[in-house]
């Protein structure tokens, strides 16, 4: 079992900035391919960040791409996210989720999920 905690998320600016954290418990964090999706209201859930067991790989979705960051500290056993430029179209729920291959993060098919942390951002 993989327990999976986010935090950072609130409510911000557009333009503005926030970092969003995802601590993990239980089996080896290093083991696993993180992922970031985030699901808005009335909207299906969406990939947004993907990154490989030593975070040597990182896939991002283009909605995204040149905006957030995704990057691990496996000695910390933390996954994060730096949102930057942040539009109005950002407002979600955002997850993280754990899966044995960075492919089945980027299809959606996670072993784990956290329970989410909400980003709104105003305009």
């Known amino acids: 079992q993989v327990q999976l905690v986010e935090s950072g998320g609130g409510l911000v600016q557009a333009g503005g900035s926030l970092r969003l954290s995802c601590a993990a418990s239980?089996?080896?964090?290093?083991?696993?391919?993180m992922g970031w999706f985030r699901q808005a209201p009335g909207k299906e859930r969406e990939f947004v960040a993907a990154i490989s067991w030593t975070g040597g790989g990182t896939h991002y979705s283009d909605s995204v791409k040149g905006r957030f960051t995704i990057s691990r500290d496996n000695a910390k056993n933390t996954l994060y996210l730096q949102m930057n430029s942040l539009k109005p179209e950002d407002t979600a729920v955002y997850y993280c989720a754990a899966a044995t291959l960075p492919s089945k993060v980027v299809a959606g098919n996670c072993d784990y999920w956290g329970q989410g942390t909400q980003v709104t951002v105003s305009s």
């Open positions: 239980g089996r080896t964090f290093s083991s696993y391919a």
